[in-house]
């Protein structure tokens, strides 16, 4: 993929996100004609249930935080501990990053990055709000990490790096900041059959929408394996289908792409 596709990929996501981000935190829908994520209005934390949250993870966090976003739930896996470093790739309104910040308390750190500045501004609005002494929310790519070399425990993200143009390049700055050790946990979308051109050329809808952008298990395992990561595992999740039809419902998309857990650790 050329740069000039790499850069229309990344603002029609900004776009996308910003849209999403100055929606008034009181609306129960992520759909809009303006967003154009789907056809009709959802329950954020209906959403969240079935991408595996508990009800008392949807209800510990700020009001507005949570906007129905992402394909599973990270903090199932990470493992987070007292103290540790968290970096949340695509932060969004806050919702894993707060979730996470109080899993590794007062004495641990979680970055958030997210390249949408509106989110930025909701997640540290919502950290404000929520009185939480421990997040940072950095504007930046993913792809260029404003996060220091092996400075990292865990990295967490949900449904984020599907939106990367250059996912390879995602995963080579996750492996520069996570200590020897650390650890990726991340919920996103893979491929289990090849994309139709239709789904695949379409930026302004699918793209946006964690569809299009979507890799095979052993395209992600060769990337990471390509980064210098081990104990690498990637294991879809059938049950996702329930919640992913629901993404394009005209679109049929659950016969091409499911939600997967992705494990892998820095030697």
Avoid at 32 to 50: G, H, M, P, Q, R
Avoid at 83 to 105: M, R, Y
Avoid at 116 to 123: D, F, G, H, L, Q
Wanted: charged share 20%; proline share 4%; with cysteine.
């Amino acid at each position: 993929m050329n740069i000039i596709n790499e850069d229309e990929i990344r603002k029609n996501v900004r776009s996308r996100y910003k849209q999403i981000a100055l929606q008034e935190v009181n609306s129960n829908s992520c759909c809009s004609s303006e967003v154009n994520c789907c056809d009709t209005a959802l329950d954020f934390d209906e959403i969240s249930a079935k991408m595996g949250y508990s009800s008392e993870q949807i209800s510990d966090v700020p009001v507005g935080a949570n906007m129905g976003l992402g394909c599973g739930n990270p903090q199932a896996i990470a493992e987070l501990k007292s103290g540790e470093v968290v970096l949340d790739l695509g932060s969004g309104g806050g919702f894993d990053s707060f979730l996470a910040a109080k899993q590794i308390g007062v004495n641990g750190h979680v970055i958030g990055v997210d390249m949408t500045p509106e989110m930025i501004s909701k997640a540290r609005f919502n950290a404000s709000k929520g009185g939480y002494t421990n997040t940072d929310f950095r504007l930046g790519e993913i792809e260029n990490l404003p996060v220091a070399d092996e400075t990292v425990d865990v990295i967490i993200s949900n449904c984020v790096i599907n939106l990367s143009p250059n996912k390879p390049q995602v995963f080579k700055e996750a492996y520069r900041v996570l200590k020897s050790g650390g650890r990726l946990a991340i919920s996103d979308i893979v491929t289990t059959a090849e994309l139709p051109p239709q789904i695949k050329n379409d930026i302004d809808a699918l793209y946006s929408g964690c569809i299009s952008g979507a890799s095979s298990i052993a395209d992600l395992q060769m990337m990471l394996e390509q980064c210098g990561f081990i104990h690498i595992t990637i294991q879809p999740k059938d049950e996702s289908k329930e919640f992913i039809k629901d993404w394009a419902p005209h679109a049929n998309v659950e016969n091409y792409i499911v939600s997967s857990v992705i494990k892998a650790v820095k030697p």
